[in-house]
């Protein structure tokens, strides 16, 4: 009996190590966990939320009814919305465009070998690295209609006779941002491509050479092919990232004039902090977390299709 009970001991305390054991592992992701639950968790179910009711300044502390999609029908029959989801689309679209191409060109440049590459690579990433308050309003200083300097280089090129205010005209306060937003993620997408570039294999380029690929084969059949897996990254964190770009619109214009360079985080955030409508400006939230959601579904779609 003494024998029987010391094995019982011994199988439970093992199993109560297992369990431990088994357990333990989480503890360490613990804090993680309750910090995304408590900072993003919940604020995105609050917001989910807060968009099928009907808060706004004057019941924010009285009693919040539920109102199905009242919202959201407001929000699609909204001139503002429209516009401001048409902007976002050509903000995104051209931003990406030349952020990606501009950063690929630096990147093949810097991966060639030649003296100075280490020093001019580190002198691109000061676009990256200034904080967006600063490159917003050095750029507000550089398109300014009386004193600045594009103007000031355009009227000395001739190409145009007289001063444009750039960022006060409905006609070009947008592309005005995406200039300066381009300015800003070149440097983002060269390191990162440019860190692509560096893991590629030597020994495929050798062969190519061997059998007479000229740079344009190598890069065609070569660096395009190996590299997909890093620009479908890049494209996808770009695409996220631009969509809801804010500060440095709302620096250089704040959404106007009249709704020129409106964008849907812009419009959210008026709706929610200006006129204080809070449930119609959740569901603009819900609106541009829904499609970012899209954007990370295709993307992880196209992975799939690349491991099969």
């Not at 401001?84 to 070998?113: P, R």
């Not at 491509?193 to 059949?221: C, M, V, W």
């Not at 939230?285 to 990370?296: C, E, H, N």
Request: cysteine-free.
């Amino acid at each position: 009996m003494p024998h029987q009970q010391t094995a019982a001991g011994i199988r439970r305390t093992s199993s109560i190590n297992k369990i431990f054991s088994s357990w333990s592992s989480y503890l360490f992701i613990l804090p993680s966990l309750l910090f995304l639950v408590v900072f993003i968790v919940f604020p995105i179910l609050y917001n989910v939320l807060l968009s099928f009711q009907n808060v706004d300044i004057y019941n924010l502390n009285g009693v919040h009814s539920f109102i199905g999609l009242t919202n959201y029908i407001k929000t699609f029959k909204d001139p503002v919305f429209l516009i401001s989801f048409k902007n976002s689309m050509i903000f995104t679209v051209v931003s990406i465009f030349f952020q990606f191409t501009l950063g690929f060109g630096l990147a093949l440049f810097f991966n060639l070998k030649f003296p100075g590459r280490n020093l001019m690579r580190s002198l691109m990433l000061l676009a990256w690295m200034l904080p967006v308050v600063i490159t917003g309003t050095i750029f507000q200083w550089m398109m300014s209609g009386d004193y600045g300097v594009i103007n000031y280089i355009l009227q000395s090129l001739g190409i145009i006779s007289s001063p444009h205010n750039w960022l006060s005209q409905g006609s070009t306060s947008l592309l005005g941002t995406i200039v300066a937003n381009v300015w800003t993620g070149i440097p983002f997408n060269m390191i990162i491509l440019l860190s692509g570039l560096q893991t590629l294999p030597e020994s495929l380029y050798e062969a190519a050479k061997i059998d007479g690929a000229n740079r344009l084969s190598q890069f065609k059949h070569i660096t395009l092919p190996l590299m997909k897996p890093t620009i479908y990254i890049l494209l996808m964190l770009g695409i996220i990232y631009t969509f809801k770009v804010f500060d440095i619109i709302f620096i250089m214009t704040s959404g106007g004039p009249v709704n020129s360079s409106m964008v849907l985080p812009i419009y959210a955030y008026q709706l929610s902090f200006t006129t204080f409508e809070f449930s119609q400006g959740a569901a603009v939230s819900v609106i541009m977390l829904a499609i970012l959601t899209i954007v990370a579904v295709v993307y992880l779609k196209m992975m799939n299709k690349e491991e099969l």
